[in-house]
């Protein structure tokens, strides 16, 4: 599935390399994420952190946590693991933009519209509402699919940004550096 997902977009990994220790790496991590779970106030929230997640052994799990009035789209999942080679940490991170809420979407798509196509093609003939409406079920579906498409492959490279950029500054941040 991941595969399939980074085929079309809706997923990538990369690499990061940072000069700092594991064990700065966690705590320091950690003190920025709070805790995952989803509540219908979580936007009243009046946590500083940008993220939450959890840490466990060498892996970690993140996503941006939801502001009230915020209007960008980001909610992509970040996975990653890190490991220690010498002075630095080796960070492996996959950026994941599809979610499973979306799967009744696309079932409900699938069957909609496909009862609609298949009304026009087993009809007893073509009509003149026929010749207008197909071209607007046409459209219609492409933008129905099209534009969550769209905002889920632009969260997916938007969160690659922003996570990159705030895990070097976080640990840049932190108490001990390696030099």
């Known amino acids: 599935m991941t595969a399939f997902l980074k085929k079309i977009g809706l997923a990538d990994s990369f690499q990061m390399e940072l000069p700092i220790d594991k064990t700065d790496f966690v705590n320091t991590l950690a003190a920025n994420l709070d805790e995952p779970g989803y509540s219908f106030f979580e ?3 009046s946590s500083k952190n940008r993220y939450k997640g959890k840490i466990k052994n060498d892996r970690f799990e993140m996503a941006r946590r939801v502001r009230f009035f915020e209007t ?3 909610n992509a ?3 990653g693991s890190f490991s220690q080679t010498g002075d630095k940490l080796i960070i492996d991170i ?3 933009g ?3 809420v ?4 696309l079932i409900c798509f699938v069957i909609i519209y ?3 196509f298949s009304s026009f093609f087993l009809s007893g003939g073509p009509g003149k509402m026929d010749v207008i409406a197909l071209p607007f079920l046409i459209l219609h579906a492409a933008f129905m699919l099209g534009i969550p498409y769209l905002l889920l492959r632009r969260s997916v490279r938007t969160a690659k940004y922003e996570i990159e950029r705030d895990l070097f500054f976080m640990m840049r941040h932190s ?3 390696m030099s």
């Open 72 to 74: 960008n789209f980001n």
């Open 94 to 96: 996959e950026v994941i």
């Open 43 to 45: 936007v009243f929230s």
């Open 98 to 100: 599809f979610h499973n």
């Open 175 to 177: 108490p001990r550096i």
């Open 77 to 79: 999942r970040t996975n």
């Open 114 to 116: 496909g009862i609609a």
């Open 102 to 105: 979306m799967i009744p979407f």
